[in-house]
């Protein structure tokens, strides 16, 4: 059984220790990427659909005034997420670390419990976190790798081809978005737990977003009939991307095209949209991240956008006990 470190002090996250745990996670990004990535608002965004319930999710760990820990268990579709973070001024030493992820794997699996419908708990690390053994002591596998892609601009606009058979526009009003949110959904049937799973997780995760920014974001309808019938008049395809104020880049939070729609140029001519809007704001780099063993090859896609490998991630998996019916 993990043990606390002595002189450490936990407590449940409250509203008032957001500025402090978001020092710890930019901490944490400039060790692990290089650059910070995490800002206030998207802390704001995981932590919001909590409301009153935040402290029975989350625990902040303090040495003195200074946050050394965090953790935060949700559910995300099928799954419930863990994230843990701890001030790199332990890492090497597995006592905080392995308290942290025993609280976590601890909560998660009782929060799984308490729904009939959760089938395996989550964990995103870096390709080389010190805590990869930890969490197989847990009984986690390694199920996926995650590349985080990046085009940077020079001067001129990004010159990525335009499909013909499709009519690119900005998204117009909540009946737009809640559109982005369908198409979303449908296209990563495939792959539970890629995207938010209820209009209400994707509203607070993207459009309640201190950055959402509807210029950034396209939508794709058909210009050819047949191609209208076959996606029900329903939208093509849609990118969801914000400019980074505070990592001074772009970001493609998601790109979807319906499976009836894939192989006419529709994700590469989103993308081309969402690259000339930023190339027009001065934002001279835009960023992703697509699974090695996405099953639609998505990064072949990134990669004739012009867009390159900048850093790897892994996805552990802990997979849970079917629920026992009475």
Known sequence: MSTLPAGLIVSPMEPRDVDDVVGLLQLVDLRTIGQIETSPADLASWISPLGSDLGEHSLVVRNGP???????????????????????DWWGEANLDAWLLTQAHDRAVALAAASD???????????????????RGLGFDTVRRHRRMEIRFDRRSPDVPQATDVTLRNPDGESDLRAV????????????????????????EHVTHEDFDPSLWFVAEAARPSLRTATDGELLGAIVARNDRLARSGWVALLAVREQARGHGVGLSLLSSTFRAFHDRGVGRVE?????????????????AGMREQAVLLRHRLDLPSPTKD
């Not at 419908?117 to 930890?134: G, K, N, Q």
């Not at 949110?181 to 607070?204: C, K, M, N, Y």
């Open 66 to 88: 200074r946050v050394d820990g965090w953790l935060l268990v949700e559910r995300t579709g099928p799954h419930v997420r863990m994230s843990v973070y701890s001030h790199p």
């Open 117 to 135: 419908d959760v089938d395996a708990v989550t964990i995103v690390t870096p390709e080389a976190d010190h805590r990869i053994e930890l969490l």
């Open 181 to 204: 949110h369908r198409v979303i959904v449908a296209s990563f049937a495939d792959e539970l737990g890629r995207a938010p799973s209820t209009w209400e997780q994707f509203e607070a």
């Open 288 to 304: 992703l991240g697509v699974d090695s063993d996405n099953i639609f090859g998505a990064q072949s896609l990134y990669e004739r």
